[in-house]
């Protein structure tokens, strides 16, 4: 059973969305097999019938392939060209017609790749 879940790299978030200490919303009556967490030692407990026992736990570390951190880099790469280039074109009449250029052109390849497909 996993104990703990640590995120590795800056592409991996975990959070803790409020959970309840206790599963199936848990009465407070002490049954046998019933299970908690106990928040001052930080471990899932299971009632054994006489006392409250811990779970035998280990922390797992996730984190993205390379492949995934590549394209995602890629992707924020690419993003902050954009950014820039966009600023720029409102600024210079002459980076807008290039832009408004390069977004026909791309249209255009579009078009042609559709046609080919017929």
Partial sequence: MIKNVYGSGRYLTTLNNGATNYMNNFSG???????RFNTTTQSVEVYDGQMWQPMQMTDVSLSLTQDAVDAIAWADQKRVEEMKIKALAEQHPTVADQVAAVRDAEEKLRMTVELIKI
Avoid: D, E, P, V
């Fill in 29 to 35: 009556a002490q049954g046998l097999g019933n299970m």
